[in-house]
Structure formats: structure tokens, C-alpha cells
């Protein structure tokens, strides 16, 4: 297993060697990995290209260093816990033995279905213990994963699978959320009809509704995988060859396939997910993500399994039955960690306490929190109620781009302070630049926050679009890779991060890009334009408001519109892409040049009223008294 550092001391001395030496530093922790053949350089790299390669020429399988590893000894130490969303259907323990069984039938099921090494699979899945075979089957022959996240429309299904050229779809009938039932294989019907690179779908029966079987495409997964051999070798895979594509929301056009490699990815989610949880033997570790989102991928599945840790997956959502659920699964499977997004705690700390009461919480050993900024008030509450003063809070943050924790305290070791992020990890080296690009150094500063030294699981390109990488992330400052936050450096050196400084929200800790927003909204056919910005919000962390601009309005009125464009949203991207506030005007505020002044827009989103800052070069500055009084009106005041 890969070595923990327990002492604040131990931090410091291997931080320093991390950075000093990184190769050396790196090569330590990969030789506690299964390699069919070592690599031959540790690095090469260049931030121009970019051009990022680790563990060159290094020989393996990822799956090999779950099950085959020294890991297998765990054969009966339960790999996954399911809890179903009815607190009233049984759970399920997979061991490393019977999920390596079910991986290795499903990887021969893939490959009897012509799926080689290098194609893609596209995975759109609700919750179930099929979703993560299918994604470690996926590894094992060496196709790429491309998962979905099942809250996402047809629409937006059928993109990323035509971006991706998938040829085969593995899905569900149904899936359940809380008190509703997801029709996952009709909205994957829908998506399938859009694009011809998909030859079979693999259906997992979840909900057991009728659903709708093409002859000749779709299979059921149960007769599959009943009739497969649990015989199978893993595929040898390079360090570098792809192991999936990732799609991320950016501040222009259509959404990003982040590719992840084999041998970094593997060796830097295992040092993090030990490091950070301080996960030890025997412990029960939870992360509420869904694994369509990449939290959910590093810290749900791969980290864990790679650590030989038994990790908890929860269909579900955290309010129902009550807002006890998650209370209750930890209680009942005496979870030891628990890692959730802000939002979660912010909405489940406005239920009441109530939901706490009676419940024992004494298995908590740490807390962590990702995906957007916590408030202090989130904070405490957290550590007061949940971790009874006695549990340390990871605040980790990280991103889609960097496929691991990047900046964290490790816990118990690192002190935190309430919304910081605290201290980068090993072999992680963050500046803050200003707008001009000069690096500020020391202590109490703030402006952008980039990397500028390679880690190991660090995307390797676009998908299909290397000049996107590039153009994205490393030339805004040259030499660097910019991560689009905002951060400040305190007088202790710990980092805080204060959230994006492009064109992309973060609505309940599901990120998003106005742009994207505003081309769903633009497809209403009354619709002439929209902008779209973000707005603070109690629960969301940040909410959505959109401003419409109208050709003409259909019978409904303002009302009208308002709905229908919500329902246009939904059927481009997904129901949680919904905005909040839909404001219908007459115009936009433009410069002479024609670009929207997005800074007036999101000033009357915080419903401010005066103090627009500039507002000469505006070609319509009596555009702004009409925005005034219709966002007046939305808001009830
Ligand atoms: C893991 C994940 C990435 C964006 C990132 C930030 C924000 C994530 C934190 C955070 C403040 C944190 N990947 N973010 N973690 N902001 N504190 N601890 O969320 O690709 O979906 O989003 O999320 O803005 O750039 S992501």
C-alpha cells in the first residue's frame, strides 16, 4: 500500500522532497504498485505543447492493482457496500472476491461484443452496483470509459456520446432518486436515436418497468453476465494509454472530455485517498458523490478500491425519506469517513437539527467536504453537529482538470481553519498570479490560482482537441496551468479558495457554464438572446439567473415563457441546469462593440441598485433603470 504520513512534521519533510525532487519523490510511492514492467523514465513534460507523460513505457492494469495485488488476501473484506434508496430494501456487500468475479464476466461480455482496446464505451447509469463493473471491466480489456452522469438529458447524452465515437452504451431501465423513478432507458433511447456510432446497449435491469428493447442493439445485462466465464486476463495497457474520458463544463461552447492515463491517474488518486482520509485497514469510508462526476470516480471507486478500502455507494439522496438518511447510513454501517459536497450540509443544516437527534455518530473519524467554497456557518455546523467537535474537517479542493485532491489538509494532521483548503499536496506547486501574469509571492495574497509543475493525475488533453487543452489551460499564463479559481494565500500560507473567475457557475456543487445555459435557453424558439449569470444562494452555494430577451410572447405572457424556458433547459442539459430566477426583458446591456456587460447583470442578480461602476462605453445605459425594475419585481421587493 502506499505509504501515509502521520505527523505534521512528516508533511512538511516529504512536501519539501516532493518538491525538491519530484521524480524521486514519485518513484517511491509508484514502486508499492503491480507493474508488469517498470518504466523507464519517471517524467517528461512541457506546459508549451503541453505535452505530459509520467511512468514512460511503465507496463499495466489498473484492475490488476485491485484485485490480482497484494490486495487479493482481502478477498473476503467487503469492496463495496450498497445502500439502496429504499432504507427498507436490503443492502449489498460485494467482497474483492465477488466484485472481481462480476468484473471479470463483464469484461468478457464486452469483449464478445466486439469492444477492443482503445474503443469507447459510454456508461449512462443511475446508482447501482453495475455501474462501477462496468467501468472497472472497462479497464481491465482497456477500453475507454466515458460515464454520463444520469441526472443529464438525451440531448446531452447523445453529444457526449457522438464526441467520444462510442460504440457500445451500458445502461438501466430505470433508476431511483429519492420518491422519483429516473426512465434512464428512454432517455438513452432518445439519445441513441441521434447518433449511429452505438451498435449494441447493454441494459441493467434496476426498476424492472417495461421499457422498450431495439432487436439487434439491446441486450439485457443479466443473460450476459450469467452466461459469461469468470475467467479473464487483464489486458497489458501502457502508462499512457487512456483510461476514460471525463466531460467538465467550461466557459465557452460545448463541454470538455477530459482524458485521464492509466499509471499517473492510479498512482496519484491512491497517494491522495490514503493521505488525505488517513484511511486505514478495516475502516468504512463514504463519499456521497454520484460517480458520473469525477468526485465520484477518484474517491468513490478508484482511490479506495486501490487502497483496498471498503467503500460505501448510496443510491439515494440525503432528504429522503427524511433528512436523517444519511445520519442513519452512517450509524448503520458505522461509516468511519465521510466525504459530501457544501450544499449537501448547507440544505441538510436548514432541515434542523431535529434529524441529528438519536443518532450516534460515534464511528466518525473524519469529515471532508469538495466541490465548492464552505461558508464558516456550513463549517461549524458540520463540525459541531455531525463530527461532534471531535472529527477533522477536509476541505479538499480539486477539479475534473486535475483528477485529484490538489490542495487539503491531511486529516487530523494538518490544522484546519474554517473554509480554507489549508496546505497543497505532495508534489503539488501553486502560485497566485495577478492579471498581468506576475507571480505574487509570499504570504496575504490574492489573485489567480495556477500549477505550475506537472503531478501525476493531471489530464492529458481534450478529447479530439488538443489545441482546446492547450488554448484553456495553459496560455492565459504561459508556463502555467491555470485552474480558472480565484484564490488568496493567508498570513499563515494556507490557501482559500474564493470560487471561478470565468464564465462558470457552481450550482450545488454541479458545475456549469452560463454559456452553455444560455445556448439551451436560446434554442426556445420566442427566445432572441439570453445571459446567464450566477447569484449567491443559501443552499446552492450559487444560483442561476437568466435574462431573456423575447421576439414576441405566445399566449401565457411572462409566465409562459418562464416555464417553457425551463423546460427547454431540462431537455438540452439536465432538470438541475434549471435556472432559478428567469427575468424576461427588452434588451441586454451592450458596448459599442456588441459584448454583453455581464458584470452590470450579475450586480442586479445580488440585487444591487446603484454603484454599476463605468458604464460609458454602454451603447443602451437606459437599458439599466428596465433591469432594475423587472429584477424588483422577481424578487418580491
Ligand atoms: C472536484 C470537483 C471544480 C471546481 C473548481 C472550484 C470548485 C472544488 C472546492 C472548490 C472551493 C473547494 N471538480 N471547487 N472544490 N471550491 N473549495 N474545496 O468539484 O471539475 O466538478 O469542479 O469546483 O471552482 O474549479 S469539478
Given at each position: 500500500?502506499v505509504?501515509?504520513?502521520s ?16 521524480t524521486?519523490?514519485?518513484t ?13 523514465t ?60 462480476r ?15 482503445g ?22 480489456i ?6 454520463v452522469f ?14 467520444a ?31 449511429s ?25 443479466h ?5 459469461a ?7 497489458e495497457m ?13 466557459s ?54 486501490l ?6 455507494m ?12 444519511y ?6 454501517h458505522k461509516?468511519?469517513q ?30 471532508g ?7 464558516e456557518?456550513?463549517?461549524h ?65 490574492e489573485?489567480?490560482l ?23 489551460y ?16 493567508d498570513?499563515?500560507?494556507?490557501y ?18 452560463t ?6 435557453i ?7 438572446e ?9 443552499i ?6 437568466a435574462?431573456?430577451?423575447c421576439?414576441?410572447f ?16 431540462s431537455?438540452?442539459i ?54 432594475l ?9
Amino acid at each position: 500500500m502506499v505509504p501515509k504520513i502521520s505527523t505534521l512534521g512528516g508533511y512538511i519533510f516529504e512536501y519539501q522532497k516532493s518538491i525538491t525532487n519530484p521524480t524521486g519523490f514519485w518513484t517511491n510511492i509508484a514502486e508499492s504498485f503491480y507493474w508488469r514492467k517498470k518504466w523507464d523514465t519517471v517524467l517528461d513534460w512541457n506546459f508549451t505543447e503541453p505535452s505530459i507523460q509520467w511512468f514512460i513505457n511503465g507496463k499495466l492494469n489498473i484492475t490488476e492493482n485491485i484485485f490480482e495485488r497484494y490486495l487479493f488476501h482481502r478477498g473476503d473484506q467487503p469492496a463495496i457496500i450498497w445502500e439502496p434508496n429504499d432504507p427498507n430494501e436490503e443492502f449489498v456487500t460485494l467482497t474483492y472476491h465477488q466484485l472481481f468475479e462480476r468484473v471479470k464476466k463483464f469484461s468478457n461480455v464486452l469483449l464478445s461484443h466486439g469492444v477492443k482496446k482503445g474503443d469507447r464505451v459510454a456508461i449512462y447509469m443511475p446508482m447501482i452496483p453495475e455501474l462501477p463493473i462496468a467501468m472497472l471491466a472497462c479497464a481491465r480489456i482497456g477500453a475507454i470509459h466515458s460515464v454520463v452522469f444520469g441526472g443529464f438529458s438525451a440531448q446531452s447524452l447523445s453529444e457526449r456520446i457522438q464526441d467520444a465515437g462510442a460504440t457500445l452504451l451500458v445502461t438501466a431501465d430505470g433508476g431511483y432518486r429519492g420518491s422519483k423513478t429516473i426512465p434512464i432507458k428512454e432517455i438513452a433511447d432518445e439519445a441513441m436515436d441521434h447518433c449511429s456510432c452505438v451498435k449494441t446497449a447493454i441494459v441493467a435491469r434496476r426498476t424492472g418497468e417495461q421499457v422498450n428493447m431495439v432487436a439487434g442493439r439491446d441486450l439485457w445485462w443479466h443473460d450476459l453476465e450469467e452466461a459469461a466465464s469468470p475467467v479473464h486476463k487483464a489486458e497489458e495497457m501502457d502508462s499512457e494509454d487512456p483510461l476514460f474520458i471525463l466531460y467538465t463544463s467550461g466557459s465557452t461552447g460545448k463541454a470538455k472530455g477530459l482524458v485521464h492515463t492509466t499509471a499517473g491517474y492510479m498512482v496519484y488518486t491512491a497517494y491522495t485517498f490514503r493521505n488525505v482520509f488517513q484511511y486505514s485497514d478495516g475502516d468504512i469510508y463514504f463519499c456521497s458523490a454520484d460517480i458520473g462526476w469525477v468526485t465520484g470516480h477518484s474517491y468513490l471507486l478508484y482511490g479506495p478500491l486501490l487502497t483496498g478500502a471498503t467503500t460505501l455507494m448510496f443510491e439515494g439522496i440525503p432528504t429522503w425519506p427524511n433528512a436523517g438518511r444519511y445520519w442513519e447510513i452512517v450509524d448503520k454501517h458505522k461509516v468511519n469517513q465521510f466525504y459530501t459536497a457544501p450544499t449537501a450540509i448547507r440544505s441538510l443544516m436548514a432541515l434542523g437539527n431535529e434529524w441529528l437527534d438519536g443518532k450516534h455518530l460515534g464511528s466518525l473519524k473524519v469529515l471532508g467536504t469538495v466541490g465548492e467554497p464552505i461558508n464558516e456557518e456550513a463549517w461549524h455546523w458540520y463540525h459541531d453537529h455531525v463530527g461532534k467537535n471531535r472529527c477533522p474537517i477536509v476541505d479538499t479542493w480539486w477539479q475534473t482538470e486535475t483528477g485529484g485532491i490538489m490542495i487539503s489538509p491531511l486529516a487530523g494532521i494538518i490544522p484546519t481553519k474554517p473554509s480554507f483548503a489549508t496546505l497543497p499536496m505532495m508534489g503539488v506547486h501553486p502560485v497566485i498570479l495577478d492579471a498581468n501574469g506576475k507571480e505574487l509571492h509570499g504570504n496575504s495574497v490574492e489573485g489567480n490560482l495556477c500549477i505550475n509543475y506537472p503531478w501525476p493525475g493531471m489530464a492529458r488533453t481534450i478529447w479530439g482537441d488538443h489545441k482546446r487543452f492547450r488554448d484553456t489551460y495553459f496560455s492565459t499564463y504561459p508556463g502555467h496551468y491555470f485552474t480558472g479559481d480565484g484564490a488568496k494565500r493567508d498570513e499563515d500560507g494556507y490557501y482559500r479558495i474564493l470560487g471561478r473567475v470565468d464564465d462558470v457557475i457552481n450550482v450545488s456543487g454541479h458545475r456549469l457554464g452560463t454559456a452553455e445555459i444560455e445556448n439551451a435557453i436560446n434554442g426556445h424558439p420566442l427566445v432572441h438572446e439570453s445571459a446567464v449569470v450566477g447569484f449567491p444562494h443559501p443552499i446552492k452555494g450559487q444560483g442561476i439567473y437568466a435574462y431573456v430577451v423575447c421576439t414576441e410572447f405566445s399566449t401565457g405572457g411572462e409566465e409562459g415563457i418562464r416555464t417553457s424556458v425551463l423546460k427547454t433547459v431540462s431537455k438540452f442539459i439536465g432538470p438541475f441546469a434549471r435556472p432559478d430566477k428567469v427575468q424576461i426583458v427588452t434588451g441586454l446591456p451592450k458596448t459599442r462593440s456588441g459584448k454583453i456587460m455581464r458584470r452590470i447583470l450579475r450586480k442586479i442578480a445580488e440585487n444591487q441598485v446603484d454603484n454599476f461602476g463605468d458604464t460609458t462605453t454602454l451603447l443602451n445605459p437606459e437599458i439599466i433603470d428596465e433591469l432594475l425594475e423587472g429584477a424588483k419585481r422577481l424578487n418580491g421587493n
